[in-house]
């Protein structure tokens, strides 16, 4: 259990008094006072820095010390722990003067009994504690006062400073903020700011209703003209009655001169507005210029891809043109009938078949026309019929799954073959990473944008921003992942993580190049509890989500 006793440290060379302090104590129920005697003040500085007390009970005569030097090196060695005096004197005069070197109190040894010694020792703590939380108060006070960068001050009810913070005194040249009590406005400002200044400090005194984020203009003695945003509250008493004002103003002079310059500028564009159309057409014009530079730019950006890509193609059809070849040569040497490696030879020559055909496919996709069959489209619905397509590849797969689909979404443009393609694509992908089964998960749901990482490759600005509203469409699986190395690279042409002959590289840059066309965005994450996230958006009509 907790010990909840108070560590008390005596320090008495009487050893009979000592025993009559200890059975004092030891007859108190609550709370138990664990007490430490010595009779030397060396072994009692020994002692504290040793061990931790609450609470010290000093005879200011010991055979090694005397006097309230007694005090000072005790309260040297441990300054904030609540010290007792003893002492067998009652002098008046020299317990005022412990006390103001610190002492919590004392006590005459004569005039102590067993009730007054543990009450006074739990107000001595207790006052300990009081004492140090308002030196904190008072330094959390101070360190606002001194450090806020705005104007602080408390007035008198005539309007007159009692006490301002130093970003104030410096404000009124002052090297010390003292200097400034007693005084009022009209000391420091002219009275065009002054008399207005007071006469609503004394609204506020005789409302009790607080002026907030008041504008006012600071006119000085030399001409110069300021602006500051002033709060001015009621200053209250202890007992809730009013005994002055209590302000808070900060520098706005930068802002209202901006506000200013705005105002004039939006004047000579008032008188320029005629001029500002004749731009503004000029700028339309220029922009579908642009426009039209920029179709032909991404034009050629296509075509150019398209010879980077066709590399890749011709490598990739090299080997299963080999295997058809090899297989013509050998039917050619071989009778037509008969030979039992004619099945295995004509699986290899048409699973080669098929691997080029599905390269090239890929390729043709990647290269066509940018134009989409678009039509308002439920993605629900697309994706119902997508997994229709896939429904045997899962069935045989072993992977279950699981539809989130949220309810009455807006309905976007799309190209619907398009989107399945990529819904299927990406289905696929997620089956053939878990080859022992799994769960799929599929969610639909709308949401507002916050953010979204710019696509600096995407230069026709038809681009997801922060503020839109999209419908996401959520693909997750519980497979092998993608190795963190190269999951930077999957949207490269001809990049694929399958085993040979397993996959094209074409799809996921494929289906990235199908989405944003729409628009939108694909993004593709390992998840930490294992598996793949697939995240793809397309910008909605605005509605809020549901």
């Known amino acids: 259990m907790e010990d909840t006793s108070i560590k008390a440290l005596l320090v008495e060379d009487n050893m009979e008094y000592a025993g009559l302090l200890r059975g004092f104590l030891a007859d108190t129920p609550f709370p138990r006072f664990d007490l430490t005697h010595v009779e030397h003040l060396e072994k009692a500085l020994q002692l504290l820095k040793e061990r931790v007390f609450n609470i010290i009970l000093l005879d200011l005569n010991l055979p090694d010390s005397r006097g309230l030097t007694t005090l000072d090196q005790i309260k040297a060695q441990a300054p904030g722990m609540p010290v007792v005096v003893l002492t ?8 005022l003067e412990a006390v103001r070197k610190g002492a919590q109190d004392y006590l005459v040894k004569g005039q ?35 450090y806020v ?67 006012e203009k600071e006119t000085w003695p030399d001409g110069r003209e300021t602006w500051v945003s002033t709060t001015k509250v009621p200053l209250r008493d202890n007992h809730a009655r009013i005994i002055g004002t209590f302000g808070v103003s900060r520098d706005i002079t930068s802002r209202k001169q901006a506000e200013q310059q705005l105002k004039k500028t939006n004047e000579e564009l008032a008188r320029s507005e005629k001029a500002l159309r004749e731009t503004m057409q000029n700028l339309k014009t220029s922009h579908e210029e642009l426009k039209h530079a920029q179709m032909q730019i991404l034009q050629a950006e296509k075509m150019e891809s398209v010879g980077r890509l066709a590399a890749g193609v ?44 599905s390269i090239v496919r890929g390729l043709v996709d990647f290269s066509a026309s940018r134009e989409l069959d678009l039509k308002v489209e439920d993605m629900n619905d697309v994706i119902d019929q997508s997994l229709l397509l896939v429904r045997h590849e899962l069935l045989k797969s ?36 878990m080859p022992n089964g799994g769960m799929l998960t599929i969610r639909t749901y709308t949401r507002k944008l916050a953010e979204i990482d710019q696509d600096v490759g995407d230069r026709t600005g038809n681009r997801l921003r922060a503020g839109d509203y999209v419908l996401v469409t959520e693909i997750d699986d519980t497979g092998t992942g993608i190795p963190d190395d190269k999951i930077s690279k999957i949207f490269d042409p001809f990049y694929t993580t399958k085993a ?43 509605r809020q989500p549901v």
Do not use: C
Not at 88 to 95: A, F, N, Q, T, V
Not at 134 to 146: A, C, K, N, P, Q
């Open 149 to 215: 960068p705005d104007n602080i001050y408390f007035k008198d009810l005539d309007s007159r400073f009692i006490r301002i913070n130093k970003q104030m005194a410096e404000l009124f040249g002052l090297n010390d903020p003292a200097k400034a009590v007693g005084k009022t406005d009209f000391d420091f400002f002219t009275k065009d700011h002054a008399k207005p200044a007071y006469e609503d400090e004394q609204r506020v005194i005789k409302s009790g209703r607080p002026l907030v984020n008041i504008e």
């Open 500 to 542: 040979t002959g397993k996959g094209t590289g074409l799809g996921l840059t494929v289906s990235k190049k199908i989405i944003e066309l729409h628009g939108g965005t694909i993004d593709i994450r390992n998840r930490r509890v294992g598996g793949v996230s697939v995240t793809i958006m397309f910008k909605t009509s605005g």
């Open 314 to 357: 011709a490598h990739e059809v090299k080997n299963p043109l080999a295997i058809i070849q090899m297989g013509i040569e050998y039917l050619s040497r071989s009778p037509l009938s008969g030979n039992e490696n004619m099945p295995i030879v004509l699986k290899d020559m048409w699973n080669a078949i098929q691997r080029a055909d």
């Open 88 to 95: 067998g004197l009652d002098d008046r005069m020299l317990s």
């Open 112 to 146: 102590i009994d067993a009730r007054m010694l543990p009450r006074v020792m739990r107000y001595a703590i207790e006052r300990k504690h009081i004492e140090e939380v308002l030196v904190e108060e008072r330094y959390l006070l101070h360190s606002l006062l001194d």
């Open 398 to 433: 072993r992977v279950a799954m699981i539809k989130t689909l949220g309810i009455n979404l807006p309905h976007v443009r799309l190209d619907k073959n398009r989107v399945q393609q990529v819904l299927v694509n990406t289905i696929m992908n997620a089956t053939h990473a």
